[in-house]
């Protein structure tokens, strides 16, 4: 299997993050193969910013893909600590992949740590809730 770790470290340094100077990364491995990159992009207005798990996501379903054709995301933060999406993301991710894929999230020590967006965000806001 290739080393992720590797690739989201290198694909970190592409962060556009001059405020923070906190890069982030995440890899999009779709069924068929394909692998989507997305960093984190800041702003002079901070609110704007938007983080590496939206731009990837982002690009996926730019690029016609939707939530059946997602099997794992990596991602990848400049922290000491484990590491985690925070709280925009997690609506994000709840309502574009599937509860059960499996995110692999990175340190910059290397060390990982496996979850799921189902973990992350239970009894989260969903479309069920407009009915
Ligand atoms: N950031 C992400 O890209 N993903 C997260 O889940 C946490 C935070 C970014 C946003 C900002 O550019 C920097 O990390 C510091 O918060």
Known sequence: MANY???????????????SNFHVSTICVLKDGTEVNGVNIENAAYSVVLCAERTCLAQVYTLGYRKADIKKLFLYTDSNQKGSP?????????????????LEI???KGESYVVTIGDLLPYGFTKEDLK
């Open 5 to 19: 770790f590797e690739k989201l470290k290198s694909l970190s340094t592409k962060a556009y993050a001059p405020y």
């Open 86 to 102: 925070c709280g925009m993301c997690r609506q994000f991710l709840l309502e574009l992949i599937d509860h059960d894929v499996p």
């Open 106 to 108: 990175y340190n910059k």
